[in-house]
């Protein structure tokens, strides 16, 4: 399912996400069953009848990408699908990163990101219309900056299924996507004791750590609990701020050289280090 974090802060914002992906297959079963006719009464006996599929996760990967930049001035966090279409979510950014380029404000972009992938997902799924309204498979979070931006930036949240919604934050705070549960329960504890975080206070270091903090705990939480992880490290970090644009502050090696444009042979680690 993946956890996406953003914490927008006084002097920018953070966003993170885990690198595990669950991959699932539907497992059917055939059963014996006794029944009656309800008009005779008769009983029935059926055999090898079918019953439903249930989808049950059956492998992880831990080191799915779900943390990209786009024109290098926003971050966007993925959670739900990993692959549409055969095609992963990073090739569907970076194929279209000259659509993406048209777009310079937070909220635009979304839109236009939102809809290209609500279009996706009807090829893969024909009769998305007939789903029910809480099918939301695919989602994303858009952080950055525009001209309407507070200082702090804002944060678009988007899940996208039979409808596409959207929600605008753009107050100091945090905004937690996809598998929140045990974010939730941090926060409900919290407050109780009447203990919140003063994200007001928070440079954009605190905000690295909190955000490491809150989907590190949840990772952890799911290791030893009694169910097959949806969330899980390592953690990729990135800061965008508004006169420096989107920072790596960690992600895995190879995204490094997937990304850098320090040279075409790769990543130059004297230079980044």
Known sequence: MTLVISVRAPDGIVIGADSLSTTHSSLSFKGNIETACPKCGNKIKLSDFPGPKIRV?????PTAQKLFSIRED??????????INGISIYNHIRSNDENWKKCTEVSKLAEVLGKYFHKELRKQFRDITKAPDNFRPLGFQLVGFDKESKPWGRTVSVSIGKIIQTKIEDKIGCTFS????????????????GL???YESFSLQDAVEYVSFLIGTTAKFQKFANMIPTVGEPVDIAVVT???????????DYIKILESKEEKGGYNEEKNS
């Open 74 to 83: 926003f971050g966007i966090g993925f959670f739900g699908m990993s692959i």
């Open 196 to 198: 919140g975080a003063l």
């Open 57 to 61: 996760p059956v492998s992880i990967f």
């Open 242 to 252: 508004r006169h420096g644009g989107f920072k790596w502050v960690k992600c895995k």
């Open 178 to 193: 996809g598998e929140g549960h045990v974010v939730k329960k941090l926060w409900e504890l919290r407050e109780q004791m």
